[in-house]
């Protein structure tokens, strides 16, 4: 069978698996062995198993459990609500200064965390009400929680930078200073839009018997600051060269647990006992799928499909511009139906070769296809980030929370327009620190 048939019919596989409810890792898991079978015969199955452990046979895999763990440990406590407490009593006499600070909070848990649904329900529990209280509007108060939790999977330390780093055997610590840039940017555009709409629709966010003292304002520091040293530590020892990303990850988790024990009281055998459950359910969960997706891939190249399937699109004739416009379009695509960490196994192999044979960075083209997952969070039918907002308010309506998520979007896509024509905000960074790539 010709190789771009071949992959459609593989596509159409997975794809129902997917609709009938499989999860993602097993839809992939099955896909695989069915097209081996197909190919080699069940004779072909002893191999599958050699893949799946050598694929989760790596020392750098440790860091998604303990960054994890460590966004665990941060999520248990008050630490987001703390964070967002902080900074609203910074920009409380700015026009729209709630929303700006949930912004800020959102791009500042993300940096704790590294997770897109954790920061959403750290900072929307309080930052949502609070909103809605003041006299935001719904869509407004929702659409920007939902998307500034986004943040979580560009700002370093990030899980999806990590799964792309292994996937295309990538520097880790190139990722993380090349989200840096971008992830700042996306935060001042989403800060930029809110302060925009409040002046256009001339709110006063701002109430006249609310004050807060310098007192006020330095008071409750001490609890955020020695988060925010943690993350600074665990990154200078990463671009530092000090040590590897499963090493900083490991130490960063002791002390994010050491810290909510200490500031929060949080010492509890039932509550760490839950830290532990919820990083071990989420780490199962992707390395299962990181797995899995191993299989897939091995499947794909044992069929001669991804290697066809990038001889076809290098074969056409067209400009590298054009060819990357369409590469964005099918990110986008997928990204409104599977997780991140999922279209990155998927896509990646078949992908990235084409990229660097079309001249482009791939730790910049990381960056990019993470600003397109990052808008997949927030659309639907998957659109995670929505469904977390539903739960925290359901008395708001999911069609309500997507409108109001709608202008966000579209800074992203100012986002990636931007990091297209100007590639040094994603770039510059990695190779001032580390050197330029030889």
């Not at 750290?122 to 869509?139: C, Q, V």
């Not at 989403?190 to 006020?216: C, I, N, P, Q």
């Not at 202008?407 to 960074?429: D, E, H, Q, R, S």
Request: charge should be negative.
């Amino acid at each position: 069978m010709e190789a771009l048939l071949l992959a459609v019919v593989v596509g159409a596989t997975l794809i129902i698996l997917l609709m009938i409810g499989i999860p993602v890792a097993f839809s992939l898991g099955i896909t695989a062995m069915i097209f081996i079978a197909y190919d080699e015969g069940f004779g072909g199955f002893p191999v599958l198993a050699e893949t799946l452990f050598a694929s989760l046979d790596e020392f750098a895999l440790l860091s998604i459990p303990m960054f994890l763990l460590m966004g665990a440990a941060i999520a248990a406590s008050r630490a987001g609500s703390d964070l967002y407490e902080a900074i609203d009593r910074w920009l409380y006499k700015v026009p729209g200064g709630l929303l700006i600070s949930n912004i800020g909070a959102c791009g500042l848990f993300a940096a704790l965390t590294g997770s897109s649904p954790a920061t959403c329900a750290a900072i929307g529990k309080m930052g949502i009400p609070e909103m809605l209280d003041r006299g935001y509007p719904p869509s407004l108060a929702t659409g920007a929680i939902a998307a500034g939790g986004t943040l979580g999977i560009l700002i370093p330390p990030s899980i999806t930078m990590i799964v792309y780093g292994i996937a295309t055997e990538t520097s880790i610590g190139r990722l993380f200073m090349a989200g840096m840039i971008p992830g700042i940017m996306l935060v001042v555009l989403f800060m930029v839009w809110g302060w925009v709409y409040a002046y256009a629709k001339g709110y006063r966010f701002t109430e006249a018997d609310k004050h807060f003292s310098l007192k006020d304002k330095l008071v409750i520091l001490p609890k955020i600051i020695p988060f925010m040293a943690v993350i600074a530590m665990v990154l200078w020892a990463l671009y530092g060269g000090v040590a590897t990303p499963s090493e900083a990850s490991g130490v960063g988790a002791l002390f994010c647990i050491l810290l909510v024990m200490v500031i929060y009281k949080v010492w509890q055998p039932k509550a760490l006992w839950e830290i532990v459950r919820t990083a071990t359910r989420e780490s199962v969960m992707l390395l299962m799928i990181i797995g899995m997706a191993a299989l897939f891939s091995y499947m794909m190249s044992s069929l001669y499909i991804t290697q066809g399937i990038a001889e076809w699109i290098v074969g056409l004739d067209v400009s590298k511009w054009v060819l990357l416009f369409f590469i964005n379009v099918f990110l986008l695509v997928a990204g409104f139906f599977l997780p991140p960490v999922a279209v990155i196994l998927m896509t990646t192999p078949t992908l990235v070769p084409i990229i660097i044979a079309a001249g482009f960075d791939p730790i910049w083209f990381g960056v990019l296809l993470t600003l397109n997952m990052e808008i997949g969070l927030i659309t639907p039918p998957v659109g995670l980030n929505l469904y977390v907002i539903n739960g925290i308010v359901p008395e708001v309506p999911l069609k309500t929370i997507l409108w109001g998520a709608l202008p966000f979007m579209l800074c992203m896509v100012v986002g990636i327009i931007l990091l297209i024509i100007f590639p040094g905000l994603a770039t510059w960074l990695p190779d001032y620190m580390m050197g330029a790539i030889k």
